[in-house]
């Protein structure tokens, strides 16, 4: 069975919109900031907006990091990061310097200007096609012309070139999209991008607990 879905309520971000979403679609969900829960979880989605150091910061304050750890590393449970929570899954970033969750092989960087002739916007915000580079359960039915919506300064480099899914151009080509296993992010806000994130959320929610 799919099962329901945690989201991972630390204090940061987008908890309200993408559980709306989730409930408009039908899934059932809820949010939570119990370790206890986080323990029982079927699926989680760590979502977020900020700061790196902060994410983490509120993540070991409320001590959700060794439930975390033992539900996606230990148990296997699926877990979908979107935009700062795909950059908490990695080792580090450049915007801080704490230790990330250390799922996935990889930082997050922050966009350079590459002295193009118009200047690069930080942060990135805005509505970007996706290129689908492999099959993942979580691109299942995005046609190739998908767009999504996009808030960040920073992007994630996995040293594992097969971890990428899908990437988008900005500044350069970046990663848009990673799997490692049962661990899947979107750099995208998939709540905010109307019938493809709908696709990417349904797709996730119908993932084998």
Known sequence: MPGKITIVDYGLGNVGSVLNMLRYLGVEAESSADPCEIDRADKLILGGVGAFDAGMERLHARGLVDPLNEAVMGRGVP???ICLGMQLMTERSEE???NGLRWVPGEAVRFR???TATRLRIPHMGWNEVRILRDCPLADGLPSDSRFY???SY???CRDGADVVATTEYGGTCCAMLQKGRIFGTQFHPEKS???GMTVLRNFASMVA
């Open 155 to 157: 992007h994630v480099v």
């Open 96 to 98: 801080g310097s704490m």
């Open 113 to 115: 200007d590459q002295g």
């Open 194 to 196: 109307h019938r493809f």
């Open 79 to 81: 877990v979908l990061g």
């Open 150 to 152: 996009f808030v960040h």
